[in-house]
């Protein structure tokens, strides 16, 4: 792949990446997320179009305008969720992507192949069973057998053991080697450094879609990767009051959650809050972050464990029970969560709020105080907007944010669960917000910050946590010296966290 | 090779949404106009018949006006469904159900009570009826996750045999011989109309208040606010802390309560008795949802475009007499009409942009 470039609304996912593979060779594809990793194998795929920029195979440039021409091209991909049909079984799933499915009786011929192939790569698996009764590992390896079946002579897995459980990863590796000794080329995308060491030949490391690093397995380690993913030298920055953390506000105990796919997202995590005190969260995205935000403001069941609030028990407890107790939440989806879209800017201002007797009489919500309140937070979070009789899916994405921040920070709450609370906002509007937190922290509230952003967590927080696969890697002060190896606690090296 | 992607549209203005609707119903009108060339008939004169049988005379202006008024109550119950998305198909059973309620307490209690009593206790059954009928697909979707579509749908043909049984059997009138049906209501149980027609005007009356408190509700209320967030992101709605099943629950029993009350008016202001489904209710619970949709939803409009629909269904009859098509040319009409109602809502929510390449 040569100068790729890609934007999106203007934001570059992928500038100038220039990118090769060799046959019997696995390229490992490094990156926070929102590097730019997934688009642009979504180019190679064909499932997007480069805005610049040519690929070639074998030397010759190609042009691949969907998946289908990059199936004939020898490319497969296993994406990161899967693509096959729950109710069917195993073969006919792979029947239905095989490109020589004969029309009539498909399964019969169909059937020898498949059980060839099974038997080269070693693959244990009864091919009449249903897909939705297989575990995330058997499924992956029907996607992989698809890929394969069609000619696939370079396979494309994005994050393949983000859904595997260890054993399972074991097999994907074991199976990606003999691949690989067969001569069939691999890109491997993930943000999990032991991975990329223990599977990869080379690493290409992408940072906000540019390439900042390539690097042989053999010649570097795990150290190095993590600061060329992370970009920097952690570099610790004070410049808000010292402050002394106050009573108790919020008590975590030993809570578990289940995610989305019906795996566990939360395994046991403890921690405390304080008045005053900006407690962050750090961790590459989907380690179960989102899950710990949710079941602490009351959107997802919490299985066991506890959560209180000022000594009250709050655990599943309803969203507006958990609100009314003091706790504002900035979801991580905000627009699946956190707007109604095709309702206006001041409807969506009170989302939270419009059963407080402020904005509601009896039955009646009180309209004129609804506007007034959308106005002060327009104007102090400086929402572009020419309206508030706006609808907010006509607002950018930062403006949204901007919105939604307002509403949540405005009522001074106890507790602020902020996910991501900067992302997306420009270098004003975040430094604006940052303040805003610190505002927050010195009033005697405390903030409960998710952050990617190391710069962010660094700044604003006076206790870190990392998370990782659920758990919690370590809880550090501001003045720990481990701070140096966060980026390797980030992606799961529990040896550093030793103490 | 043409290629057409679509985007959202942002700018969606007042004056857009009406022209959208205009042309949607001219394009609507012109393809019916193509079924009424196959059938043989001058699409202009038949179109013409349609409106001047409807609007264009007093006698036509009084039958649209009756039966504007079931579409109306039950048209702005659904656009409080619909703005939930909660795809109420069952009004037509709900209608039915109040039906019976109604004529229930009619004839138990209307001998003994005078009008100023029994008219309202019926119109209370009536609703409860329609209410406990629109409640049941609530719980099932909410605790059970069963589709409402399929439901609702089912719901109507339930109530319809039960209906019919109550008529055939138990409730069947000594009256009545050779035919199904319930003793006539007491005079004390029969709404009065306008003379010389069939306007019911008490169950008018009703209706348009409704229409009004409902527009109340939906745009100024705590519970309307919440009915918007519910329809447009459940998971704003679960994220606000709002209790998904009450707000179901209160939303359907005012979308059955209204179609109940439009079964009252049928039987009370028309009928007099309880006779087979079909002919209590002629698809006013599946016509209303065109109403709803034609009044974008807002249950004020749905007093206008009950009005329009009305005239429709009285149109077809006059063009079935005058032009002797059969009886399903008018709901060939209104279904080509809500067909093009709602493609014109894709469009007004979406811009299409056709680009020509070389390839």
Same mark, same amino acid.
């Given at each position: ?499 | ?50 409106? !001047? +049988? ?9 039958? &649209? /006006?009756?039966? #504007? $008024?079931?579409?109306?109550? %039950? ?115 029969? !709404? +009065? ?9 008490? &169950? /008018?009356?009703? #209706? $348009?208040?409704?229409?009004? %408190? ?146």
């Amino acid at each position: 792949m040569r100068d790729i470039c890609k934007s999106f609304h203007g934001i570059h996912a992928n500038r100038d990446i220039n990118l090769h593979v060799k046959s019997g060779e696995i390229l490992g594809l490094l990156g926070e997320n929102g590097a730019g990793k997934t688009t642009l194998m979504n180019i190679l795929y064909g499932l997007y179009q480069p805005d610049s920029g040519q690929i070639k195979i074998n030397g010759s440039p190609i042009r691949i305008s969907n998946p289908v021409e990059s199936i004939t091209h020898g490319i497969g991909m296993v994406h990161q969720h899967f693509m096959l049909i729950q109710n069917h079984s195993v073969l006919e799933n792979i029947a239905l992507g095989y490109k020589d499915t004969p029309f009539f009786f498909p399964k019969v011929k169909l059937r020898k192949r498949v059980e060839e192939f099974s038997k080269q790569f070693d693959f244990k698996m009864d091919l009449d069973q249903r897909v939705w009764q297989l575990s995330a590992g058997e499924q992956q390896r029907i996607e992989i057998i698809k890929a394969l079946l069609n000619g696939a002579d370079l396979l494309i897995l994005d994050e393949p053991t983000s859904v595997l459980t260890p054993v399972e990863i074991k097999e994907l590796i074991s199976i990606l080697r003999q691949m690989k000794a067969e001569g069939h080329m691999i890109i491997f995308i993930s943000h999990k450094l032991d991975e990329i060491m223990d599977i990869c030949d080379r690493v290409t490391v992408l940072q906000k879609g540019q390439i900042v690093g390539h690097a042989d397995t053999a010649d570097t380690d795990k150290k190095a990767l993590a600061r060329m993913m992370v970009g920097r030298d952690v570099v610790f920055n004070i410049d808000k009051e010292k402050l002394t953390p106050g009573k108790r506000i919020l008590s975590v105990q030993d809570i578990h959650v289940t995610g989305d796919k019906g795996m566990p997202a939360v395994k046991g995590i403890s921690f405390e809050l304080f008045e005053n005190e900006i407690f962050g969260i750090a961790g590459v995205a989907g380690n179960g972050q989102r899950e710990l935000a949710e079941a602490i403001t009351g959107i997802r069941k919490i299985n066991s464990g506890s959560v209180w609030m000022n000594g009250k028990d709050i655990t599943n407890k309803s969203p507006r029970h958990i609100y009314d107790n003091g706790v504002s939440h900035v979801p991580e989806e905000r627009i699946r969560f956190g707007i109604a879209p095709g309702l206006f800017l001041y409807d969506n201002a009170i989302l939270k709020q419009h059963h407080l007797k402020k904005f509601s009489k009896r039955y009646f919500l009180k309209y004129s105080q609804v506007k007034n309140h959308t106005k002060t937070i327009i104007s102090d979070f400086k929402v572009a907007t020419h309206s508030i009789n706006n609808q907010i899916r006509n607002l950018s994405g930062g403006n949204i944010q901007k919105l939604i921040l307002g509403r949540e920070i405005s009522e001074q709450p106890r507790l602020l669960v902020a996910s991501h609370p900067t992302y997306g906002l420009d270098v004003g509007a975040t430094q604006f917000l940052r303040e805003h937190l610190l505002e927050l922290r010195k009033q005697g509230s405390s903030v409960l910050l998710f952050s990617e952003d190391l710069e962010e967590i660094f700044a604003l927080c006076d206790r870190v946590a990392v998370i990782f696969a659920g758990e919690f890697m370590g809880i550090l002060n501001s003045d720990d010296k481990r701070l140096s190896d966060i980026g390797l606690m980030m992606a799961g090296s529990k040896e550093s966290v030793s103490i | 090779m043409i290629k057409i992607t679509t985007s959202d549209r942002y700018n969606i203005t007042p004056l857009r949404s009406l022209m959208t609707n205009v042309f949607s119903l001219a394009a609507g009108l012109l393809v019916v106009s193509m079924i009424f060339l196959v059938a043989g008939v001058n699409p202009f004169y038949a179109i013409s018949e349609i409106f !001047l +049988g409807s609007f264009g005379s007093f006698y036509g202006l009084k039958e &649209t /006006l009756t039966k #504007a $008024i079931p579409l109306i109550l %039950i048209g702005a119950g659904l656009t409080l469904a619909f703005r939930a998305k909660f795809w109420n198909i069952g009004a037509e059973g709900q209608l039915l159900m109040g039906a019976i309620f109604s004529t229930w307490t009619g004839l138990t209690f209307g001998e003994s009570l005078p009008p100023y009593l029994i008219v309202p206790l019926m119109f209370l059954s009536g609703f409860i009826g329609g209410a406990l009928w629109g409640i049941i697909p609530a719980i099932l979707k909410i605790k059970y996750s069963i589709n409402e579509v399929i439901s609702t749908l089912m719901l109507n043909y339930i109530c319809a045999d039960f209906l019919t049984m109550l008529i055939v059997g138990p409730w069947k009138g000594n009256t009545r011989f050779g035919f199904p049906g319930t003793n006539n209501l007491p005079e004390s149980a029969i !709404l +009065g109309v306008i003379p010389g027609s069939r306007i019911h005007y008490s &169950t /008018l009356i009703l #209706a $348009i208040i409704c229409a009004i %408190i409902l527009c109340v509700v939906v745009y100024k209320t705590r519970f309307g606010y919440e009915t918007r967030v519910v329809g447009e992101n459940p998971d704003a709605g679960k994220y606000a802390g709002i209790n998904f099943l009450k707000t179901s629950l209160i939303i359907m029993a005012i979308s059955g309560g209204l179609a109940g009350f439009a079964g009252v008016g049928e039987i009370a202001g028309i009928h007099h008795y309880l006779g087979y489904p079909a002919s209590i209710s002629s698809g006013y619970g599946f016509t209303a949802i065109i109403v709803a949709w034609l009044a974008k939803l807002n249950p004020l409009y749905a007093i206008i475009s009950g009005i329009f629909f009305a005239g429709i269904l009285v149109g077809g009859d006059a063009i079935q007499i005058s032009l002797g098509l059969p009886a399903a040319t008018v709901e060939i009409v209104n279904g080509t009409l809500l067909i093009f109602l709602i493609m014109g809502d894709y469009f007004l929510n979406n811009t299409l942009n056709i680009r020509f390449s070389t390839k």
